[in-house]
């Protein structure tokens, strides 16, 4: 599967942007989705996924209740709106899909298989 990250761009704290990530060439519902980010000189951190259904998310205490993962499967994409935005919310942010079935949502990088280029979500104060 392929995947194109969109919607990243600068706005001020307290602003908001929603993020698409654009899935093709593979069939969409049977990949877990998530969202990760990376900051200046940061590892790699997960934000937030969804499963397979979106009948399930998992977010990261840091964006709990500002931030929303959805998917539009017939639209093949997942979504991530981001509210409340913070100086530390800046960061490249990248969409990943795994075909991992699971109790437990997938939260680490290495459990996703295939990832999108990012898009820079930049937060001034």
């Known amino acids: 599967v392929q995947l194109q990250a969109s919607g990243g761009g600068l706005v001020q704290a307290g602003g908001s942007l929603r993020l698409s990530c654009a899935a093709s060439g593979g069939t969409f519902s049977r990949y877990v989705m998530g969202w990760f980010r990376q900051g200046p000189g940061k590892e790699r951190e997960f934000v937030a996924a969804?499963?397979?259904?979106?009948?399930?998310?998992s977010y990261a205490d840091s964006v709990k209740d500002r931030f929303t993962i959805s998917r539009d499967v017939a639209m093949n994409t997942v979504y991530l709106q981001m509210n409340v935005l913070k100086p530390e919310d800046t960061a490249v942010y990248y969409c990943g899909a795994t075909l991992v079935r699971s109790l437990v949502i997938p939260t680490t990088p290495t459990a996703y298989d295939y990832w999108g280029h990012g898009t820079q979500v930049t937060v001034s104060s």
């Open positions: 969804i499963t397979q259904s979106g009948g399930r998310r």
